[in-house]
């Protein structure tokens, strides 16, 4: 028996590369092995691309699709921000 998947929407589209970002930050685990890993560059990629979504989708857009994307990308930002700044303060101990 087969699970059926919800509709794909733009909500839902903003909310997996959300979720892939909060993951490359080192917030959420990976959703197969549950470990915690960083992967800045990555995480700003995936930050970027919502980005571009949002500079393509300008003006077509509802309310409350704006909101959500403004807020992600916000959110997403400031937790970036403090990653990097993290990793410049804490730089990686050599084995």
Do not use: C, W
């Amino acid at each position: 028996m087969s699970e059926e998947l919800p509709p794909v929407s733009f909500h839902s589209i903003v909310l997996m590369f959300s979720a892939a970002a909060l993951h490359y930050l080192g917030i959420t685990p990976d959703p197969q092995t549950q470990k915690i890993e960083k992967n800045l560059p990555m995480a700003k990629q995936t930050i970027d691309t919502l980005e571009i979504l949002k500079k393509k989708t300008k003006g077509n857009l509802d309310a409350e699709e704006e909101k959500l994307l403004d807020g992600l990308l916000y959110e997403l930002r400031m937790h970036y921000l403090k990653a990097v700044s993290n990793q410049a303060n804490n730089p990686p101990k050599a084995e």
